[in-house]
């Protein structure tokens, strides 16, 4: 599966170059439903979601707890498969996918930024960044170059050999971002970015999701947080398992 | 992922713990360290035997008077001494005993005082015949051996041990000079090469006369055909047991032995004095390397134990490595490089301990120690193994962590 046509990207593609908005669907979903079973109990945390984004799109996903966010979140980050329906994630269907497949669609797919920031704390900045290309064998030179560009993006081009306990949260967060851009991933998913962040690194982090949104990324981010929400160009709710609202607003880079 | 980044992030977690990676690695260290100085000292045993057995000749047959085993009986004289030159001569017989090919009788030795001069030096003095060079395995590094000649004519010669002529004429070469005992005068006609010291006795350090000369002059009174023990050396190894046959009739037929219990005479072969020993050494042996072997066992566990809380800390960075794309088969080669590197470090410096220890032991005991490359080598492999062994039930743990279970872990 690794080899189908048109779903794997050249390593020479540079981040956020090049790309088109609003043309292939970067992730569809198809009445996705998700059951947990303990013991003999079931309980459906999705009921039935259809959803595409297309590629480019700068998307907020809202739900208060308990509302099948998280579920939806691991599943659009192929963390998990769907019980039923079908989902499309850069033209390649994971829904059946097992784990190892899943691993490498995680790998070359998906930008994953987290509220933890989740940097290993005894790797340089660079080396974190370095973290997924590793994963996908690219070759110590080009991870290097690479996780350099990537950490030029997010302006912390002179911070490479720094480890993250002497980076500021805002920082930490900043090397999370480029290590999700570093592969040059279909789709940026960030989980609460903000959720550990004082208001100045947030928005600091936020100006970072606009500009990769303007440079072409497409960036789903899962929040609770309506001023966060506000930034995206498309609000999906989530409520009970079911999408109740999905509306398409002024945001702030369209 | 490329193997070279995985042991690069292996090792890159090993560093983030020292301490506990020290500490990991010393259960594996003490271990190896003690098989490979219980391997030595087993292996140091067994070479100082073999080095016995080479020197003494493997198939050499001590005949002893009396019937006990023990080598004690030999400096008595009285009931016991019942082995005559006769008796040597009767063996030397290749019509009764073609398996036997040399026959070196010894007179009791004595302890006396050689004198050179103003210099003196006391030491054994023994009396034996030509063939006891043949016999011993021995040679001379100057002059020659005793011979028939002197045999007969109780001659006033004298070969020195290595050792003895060094005492007596320091770097000066002996041969032709003299030496008194008992202000009688000794030419010594010959100096022998250096052999070492057995487990009691410094073989370098002894006088060698004539039989005949050691039992008129040296020993005198009513014993003067009695030997203390007559070494008998088999044609070959193979015909040990045929040359011990011959030996047993001709004496018993000799001394008029009848039955078992009026046997006066013992015939040992060295073989068997040897084997007891390294039976007994073996034994030891094993069981000291069992007790070390428990210890690397126990060193394994330890590495166990910690990749097992190795990896319940960090099941967080799990959970980021496999939401990164690492699959189950490189989190477990992960965490098995992790417990691989930590059983080889162990292990490499376990071998340096031993090997360290092993040089130091000898100078405060007796013991040889013998290290060999290929236990070394094994021991590597054994410390790799116990790393991998015991750490894939760990590395399987992480490689089936579920990475939104592992991403939620505090």
Redesign the interface.
Known sequence: MASRPGTRRQETQRPGTGRQKAQHPVIELKDVRKTYRTGTVEFEAIRGVSLTITQGEYVAIMGPSGSGKSTLMNILGCLDVPTSGEYHLAGEDVSEMDEVDLAEARNRQIGFVFQQFNLLASLTAQRNVELPLSYAGVNRETRAELAKLALERVGLGDRTHHRPGELSGGQQQRVAVARALATDPALVLADEPTGNLDSTATADVLGLFDELHAAGSTVVLITHEAEVAGRAARVIHIHDGLLASDEVTAGVAS | ??W??ILR?AW??I??HKLRSILTSLGILIGIAAVVLTVGLGQGAQKKVNDQLAALGGNLLIVSPGSSTSGGIRGGFGSSTTLTTADADALSSKTAAPDIANVAPVSSSASEELDNGSTNWTTTVVGTTSDWLTVRGRALSTGRFVDAADEKQASAVIVLGSDTASELFGPLDPVGQSVTISSVPYEVIGVLTSAGSDSTTNLDDQAIVPISTAQQRLVGGTSRTSVADIYVKATKDSRLSAAYQEANSILAYRHSVTSGSSTDFTITTQQSVISTTSSVSGTLTNLLIGIACLSLIVGGIGVMNIMLVSVKERT??I????????????IRRQFLSEASILGLTGGLLGVGVGIAAAEILPHFMSNPVAISVPWILLAIAVAIAIGVGFGVYPASRAAKLS??DA?RSE
Do not use: V
Not at chain 2, 319 to 330: H, S
């Open positions: 992922m490329r070279g980044d992030s890159d977690a560093r983030t967080r960075e959970g980021l490595r496999k939401a990164l794309g690492g699959t189950p088969a490189i990475p939104i991403l």
